[in-house]
């Protein structure tokens, strides 16, 4: 029987489904032992701070985490971070091979004038603010226009334009933030325009986000129909199955009788954003017509950019082009990369499955003698690791607290808060 040492840095979806994947590749004759190092005081990744709190079905995919976390021979480490607490080469020297996890979470930037202005910012920090991510609790978000603009065609545009356009008392069952069901209480946003810079039939929504925007009870949803006919004409008879799942979609939304409620969410397409516009912060953003000459500007208070995202560089570890740079998933050395941080930020969590497999079957097959000692145990320097038993009671504590109030959990904001929950 041979042991080995994995360290996977990063405890979101891949992470665990890397874990996962050496889980089922252990045998009688080989061993993992797993320790998962994660920066925040919670594990979990985008399943906590990412994914739209208004989707609670999808955070099941937690239950999956926890019995990973269970399976003997894993260990977690939050509450602890690359760069202060420790260096990729400490982890390879210690690890039989170290698997980097760490995802996209920097927003990429439209590189337009005005870009800067307050009233504009990414989904990237949007999300976690409405998510309760200790890093993005003080941020202060504008609510106070009547108009919002959402750039980008993605899911998660979706989840950002519909965050601001529900009637917020449908967020109190859910685990949203408190500060941020506050503040969108008190939102004055009445109108969110969702704008693709190309046709409908090129929008990177999924159907099922799409077939569930007419189940919304409080907001109107408006796609303009010849919008879609015109996307059904350049899509032409070859058109591939997602995309004509997506046009269907947006079809029915676009032919359903109108809607008289107080909230609009209103979907914009050719449209290419050119200039954030406004006296100290955003008060217009100016459009030109995709592939054609005209100009025209929507005026609004609040700008938020859902483009996609990149991984920020980590010290020690090869970077281009917001990943790391890998050959399906091998880094160098004893490293190796999974997750969004290895391909880019495309797919959704059940994507990491059987990326993080074929990843950890390379890594297996690349393994030597196993190293004789050493840990992360030796490295951290202080006393606040939150471990599994930690986390369980950090957990515990949050869905204790949110079920007099009827809903999955109420978060726990700060880092002091999380880590108080836990007992450290
Ligand atoms: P995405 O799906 O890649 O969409 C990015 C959008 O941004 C595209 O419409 C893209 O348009 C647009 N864009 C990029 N650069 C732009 C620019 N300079 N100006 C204007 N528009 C620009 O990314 P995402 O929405 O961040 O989602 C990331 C992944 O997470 C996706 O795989 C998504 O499905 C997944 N996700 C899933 C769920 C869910 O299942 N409910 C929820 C959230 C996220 P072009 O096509 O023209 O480049």
New binding site residues.
């Given amino acids: 029987m041979k042991s080995y040492k994995v360290a996977i840095v990063g405890a979101g979806p891949a992470g665990y489904f890397a874990a996962q994947a050496l889980q089922n590749l252990a045998s009688e004759e080989l061993a993992f032992s797993i320790d998962m190092i994660e920066r925040l005081p919670t594990p979990w990744g985008l399943v906590r701070s ?3 709190p208004d ?1 609670p079905k ?1 955070k099941s995919v937690s239950k999956v985490f926890e019995k990973i976390a269970n399976t003997p021979g894993f260990r977690l480490f939050a509450n602890v971070e690359l760069g202060s607490d420790f260096t990729i080469e400490q982890l390879k020297e210690r690890y039989d091979a170290v698997v980097i996890a760490t995802g996209s979470p920097r927003g ?1 930037k ?2 337009i004038p005005g870009e800067e202005l307050a009233g504009s910012m990414s ?1 990237a920090t949007f999300v976690p603010w409405y998510n309760a991510h200790p890093d993005f609790k003080d941020e202060q978000i504008d609510l106070s226009s009547h108009k919002a603009v959402v ?9 950002v334009a519909r965050m601001l356009a529900l009637e917020p008392s449908e967020l109190d069952p859910t685990d949203t933030a408190d500060h941020a069901i506050e503040a969108l209480k008190e939102s004055a946003i009445r109108e969110v325009v969702i704008s ?3 046709g409908a039939e ?5 159907s ?2 799409l077939r569930e925007l007419p189940k919304l009870e409080h907001t109107n949803v408006v796609i303009e129909p010849e919008d879609i006919s015109a996307a059904i004409v350049r899509a032409g008879d070859e058109i591939e199955k997602d995309t004509k799942s997506n046009l269907d979609a947006m079809i029915v939304i676009a032919e359903r009788e109108p809607t008289a409620h107080e909230r609009t969410m209103r979907f914009q397409f050719m449209a ?2 050119i200039e954030i516009k406004g006296n100290g912060r955003v008060e217009e953003v100016v459009f030109q017509r995709t592939g054609g000459d005209e100009k025209f500007s929507i005026k609004c208070g609040l700008v938020i ?5 990149e991984s920020p560089s980590l010290e020690g570890v090869p970077y281009a082009q917001g990943k790391v740079v890998n050959t399906d998933g091998y880094v160098e050395g004893n490293l190796y990369v999974v997750g969004w941080a290895k391909r880019g ?5 059940g ?1 990491n499955k059987s990326d993080a497999a074929d990843v950890m079957k390379l890594l297996v097959s690349q393994l030597s003698e196993p190293k004789i000692s050493g840990d992360i145990t030796e490295i951290i320097t202080h006393d606040k690791v939150v471990t599994q038993m930690h986390w369980e009671q950090i957990n515990a504590a949050e869905v204790a607290a949110g079920e007099p109030l009827g809903k999955p959990r109420k978060k726990a904001v700060s880092r002091e808060e999380l880590l108080n929950l836990g007992a450290l």
């Fill in positions: 990412g994914v739209a989707h999808i990429k439209l590189g989904a750039i980008g065609a993605g899911n998660v545009a979706m989840d693709a810079r190309r090129h929008a990177a929504f999924t099922p986000e290419t954003p950019t859902a483009i996609g995202y930020p495309s797919g959704v969590i994507t």
